[in-house]
């Protein structure tokens, strides 16, 4: 039996002793953190990423909104339905009836709709007059001239429920007409989005407990050791929900996935003390000092496994969207708490059983450490080499990696709410305009309204822009500019297109959601047309602005935590190896399953986006447990006198299979978000589960190739340390 070092031995000892009271005050500090569960919220701030965050830029972006009459387009509901002969008297009566039950809705402020809307400039107006306008072409009647559609303007609100009432409402009244209604714009997903959150809870939390336990109690030869580190699971969801929950903190999108994660990350180590303990039974000791030795041999390495896991979580506080930072920052927590509670809950309650360890089946783990051992039966310089050929070929593949994300890229694309959207946006406009502000100190008259002009024709030869709003239109359609300026100063102006002193307009560019890179090469745009019109001064403002900007600063940010994420982890297993060799191939290890998944993701053309990123900084968190696991054991064979394979076929067959448990029921729970309602998610599981299969190969294969080859000094093996 390898040897243990002394001071944590003793302290497993009087923690074994002192078990009854460690019990009571671990439980009771859980009990109270679970108090908070009681105003745990569930929603979705879909304007999360249009937020400036105290950004200077940003919020020049935004600014244009708290001038009178420029409202944000949060608060406005788009809807359309198909209709054979839009200015009929059927279309007529299925709008009378859409807008008699909207206008009864207190959440409504108003409706814009073929009924009520009047050409610019005109005392009176009908509806083929108003659909043939320069103001409302392609908003009220479809562009395509067989759908109706319109805007309903909302107060601004944070009654979720009452929003999906009227929804609701709105979708039966005209399924009585004959009409199947679309509806799309913030308000519409925000409802949308809280639904999908609680149907993703709905399924994650129950499905992952009972395919966890099952795989647990199949994988543990002991019914009882297997219960305790399931047991760890729940204190460890309630505490952190918990702490949520006094935090003022909500379930939305991306926190939806926390209880998941932490149901799968906190019984890893429970796994490796359950194997540690029935291998110290079976040398001989009794329950207390069996569970006294387990303390004292995994204490550190576990300790440092949930520090790595922490860092990869805590590099996404670095993006600076709020529902970022809370699931790093919870998530992080979590794991504090799995690992508290593991070292303390699991030794002491270890201590009670004293029947025999039973049989092992049959079971997957016990395959992949046969297999792995078989592997040793090729000379390590293979396997070396041909990871290095992995990392060549990957490395170049990963040029071919591009940045894009769409703000809609969370959602299958076959969903109701994408289904709805692409609907409203191949008939009419679409639905978060861009925003071009445009400046004159001497307002738009004579040579700035000739030019305003002119910035509207260049927008709308864009490929990307269906039309363009502004007060060109109104002019246009027959309102004299004087009005205009009139209507202007007295806050009476439709869509805030221009200021009331008359100095800023403001030009509203409908397209699609196109993703980053459009957006960049329609900024590029933008900007070059403005250096050509020196009386204006124009810039890109507004949601999307704000928003795309956001999502590629975040980018970039996780691209920089998920390299720093590497040094620290770096650092740690530095720290605890003391090894600057082994610590470079615990890393190495780790680092070529990654690059592997990139290279994959380029060739076949995914493009790298936030929940790539977050995906890749959680994967490295807890890939890199499974290589300090089977190092920690190496050294401590290696101490205990073993030299050369003999050392690595000791580090395998012990410290192998709680490995290999441990990383198949990482993978079980990550399988099971692979159900989710949002597209999103089921990337990020979907790339999280396969660094870890890529993972779990390399640490069986990779690191002990690379421990035989490099991971004694030159000039034989001493059998003393590792380094």
């Known amino acids: 039996m390898t040897t243990l070092r002394p001071s944590l031995l003793t302290l497993g000892h009087w923690l074994v002793r002192r078990r009854v009271p460690v019990l009571v005050a671990v439980v009771l500090a859980a009990v109270v953190l679970a108090l908070g569960l009681r105003q745990l919220q569930v929603g979705f701030a879909v304007d999360a990423f249009f937020r400036s965050g105290g950004d200077p830029e940003l919020a020049a972006a935004l600014q244009h909104y708290r001038e009178p009459g420029l409202a944000p387009p949060d608060s406005l509901l788009a809807f359309g339905w198909s ?29 814009i709709s073929l009924r009520g809307a009047t050409v610019p400039g005109h005392l009176g107006s009908t509806p083929a007059e108003v659909a043939a306008s320069r103001t409302w072409r392609d908003l009220l009647v479809a562009r395509t001239g067989d759908a109706v559609g319109g805007f309903v303007v909302l107060e601004r609100s944070d009654d979720l429920d009452g929003m999906a009432a009227l929804f609701e409402a709105l979708r039966i009244a005209m399924a009585g007409q004959g009409a199947q209604l679309n509806l799309c714009g913030l308000p519409y997903h925000r409802v949308a989005a809280r639904r999908l959150v609680r149907n993703d809870l709905a399924w994650f939390l129950p499905v992952g407990t009972a395919v966890s336990a099952v795989f647990l109690f199949w994988l543990v030869p002991h019914w009882l050791l297997a219960l305790q580190a399931l047991l760890v699971v729940p204190l460890v969801l309630v505490s952190t929900l918990g702490t949520m929950a006094w935090c003022g903190v909500g379930m939305t999108m991306l926190t939806s996935t926390l209880p998941t994660l932490l149901l799968c990350m906190s019984v890893a180590d429970g796994v490796h003390m359950v194997g540690r303990f029935l291998e110290e039974r079976g040398g001989g ?40 930072v809370h699931l790093g920052a919870f998530a992080a927590l979590g ?101 071009v502000v445009a400046r004159c100190p001497t307002g738009f008259t004579g040579a700035a309204f000739t030019q305003l002009g002119a910035l509207c024709r260049h927008l709308e030869e864009d490929p990307g822009v269906s039309r363009t709003l502004s007060i060109v239109d109104l002019v246009d359609d027959g309102m004299p500019l004087a009005l205009v300026r009139g209507l202007s100063a007295a806050g009476a102006l439709p869509a805030g297109l221009l200021s009331p002193d008359g100095q800023t307009a403001r030009v509203l560019a409908f397209r699609g959601d196109l ?12 900007e070059s047309f403005a250096s050509a019109v020196p009386v204006l001064q124009v810039q890109l403002a507004g949601m999307q602005a704000v928003g795309t900007v956001q999502v590629l600063r975040m980018t970039e940010d996780l691209e920089q935590s998920f390299f720093g994420s590497i040094a620290v982890v770096f650092v740690l297993v530095l720290l605890s190896c003391r090894s600057l060799r082994l610590s470079l191939i615990a890393v190495v290890t780790c680092l070529l399953p990654l690059l592997c998944v990139l290279a994959a993701m380029a060739l076949g053309g995914v493009s790298l986006r936030p929940l790539t990123m977050i995906a890749f900084c959680v994967a490295f968190g807890l890939m890199i447990d499974d290589a300090i696991h089977l190092v920690a054991r190496w050294q401590e064979e290696r101490r205990s006198g073993r030299v050369g394979d003999g050392a690595v076929r000791a580090t395998l067959a012990t410290a192998g299979r709680p490995v290999c448990v441990t990383t198949v029921l990482l993978l079980v729970g990550f399988v099971v978000i692979l159900g989710s309602e949002f597209r999103g998610t089921f990337a990020f599981g979907a790339l999280v589960t396969t660094s870890l299969t890529l993972s779990l190969v390399a640490a069986l294969v990779l690191l002990p190739a690379l421990l035989r080859v490099f991971g004694v000094r030159r000039g034989g093996d001493t059998g003393r340390g590792g380094g």
């Open 335 to 435: 794991m504090g708490y799995a690992f508290v509670f593991t070292m303390t809950i699991l030794p002491a309650t270890m201590s009670f059983v004293a029947s025999p360890v039973g049989r092992r089946p049959r079971d997957p783990a016990s395959g992949l450490v046969r297999l792995s051992l078989a592997a040793l039966r090729v000379r390590p310089a293979v396997w070396v080499g041909l990871a290095a050929l992995g990392f060549v070929f990957a490395a170049v593949a990963c040029r071919g990696l591009q940045a894009d994300h769409r703000m809609t890229g969370d959602l299958w694309p076959d969903s109701a709410e994408m289904r709805q959207m692409r609907f409203y946006e191949q008939h009419f406009a679409g639905v978060i305009p861009a925003e």
């Open 83 to 111: 209709e054979a002969e839009p200015l009929g008297a059927a279309a007529r009566q299925r709008i009378d009836a859409f807008v008699a039950v909207a206008e009864a809705d207190p959440l409504v402020r108003s409706v």
């Open 515 to 526: 993703g980053t890179r459009a957006w960049r090469q329609f900024a590029a745009s933008v």
């Open 285 to 324: 000791h009794d329950p207390r000092a069996a569970a006294a030795r387990t303390f004292a041999a995994l204490l550190v390495p576990c300790l440092l496994t949930s520090l790595t896991t922490c860092v990869g979580f805590l590099t996404l506080c670095t993006a600076g969207l709020r529902d970022l």
